[in-house]
């Protein structure tokens, strides 16, 4: 999340299970104090988690790359939809072959 006083904007990057990532715009009318943070929330084992960044700025810089960038694609549900589909697949695949595996591994 980023809030930029000179911009009058709050804007946020939420991904979720690191493949599905929105921009979300929270505030146009913003008069505060700048500020940056990121939240790394693990809901599987409910915990907050740490993040180690090689730019202290690291969510100004992000969010101003998405929304200047004309390679981002806003508003593309489909798009969106399929890509997701794809990568909860390959994690069903992949889960499905580890637990084959330990199987396979206590049979013997």
């Known amino acids: 999340m980023a809030a930029r006083r000179d911009k009058g904007r709050v804007d946020a990057i939420v991904r979720l299970f690191g493949a599905l990532c929105y921009f979300v715009e929270l505030s146009t009318s913003y008069h505060g104090a700048d500020f940056f943070d990121t939240l790394v929330f693990d809901a599987y ?8 960044f ?6 100004l810089l992000q969010t101003e790359d998405v929304a200047t960038n004309p390679a981002t694609v806003w508003n593309d549900l489909e798009g969106a939809g399929i890509h997701f589909c794809k990568f909860l697949e390959g994690a069903i695949n992949r889960k499905m072959e580890q637990d084959r595996a330990a199987s396979e591994k206590n049979r013997t």
């Open 45 to 52: 084992r409910g915990q907050t988690e740490g993040m180690l």
């Open 54 to 59: 090689s730019n202290i700025q690291a969510e």
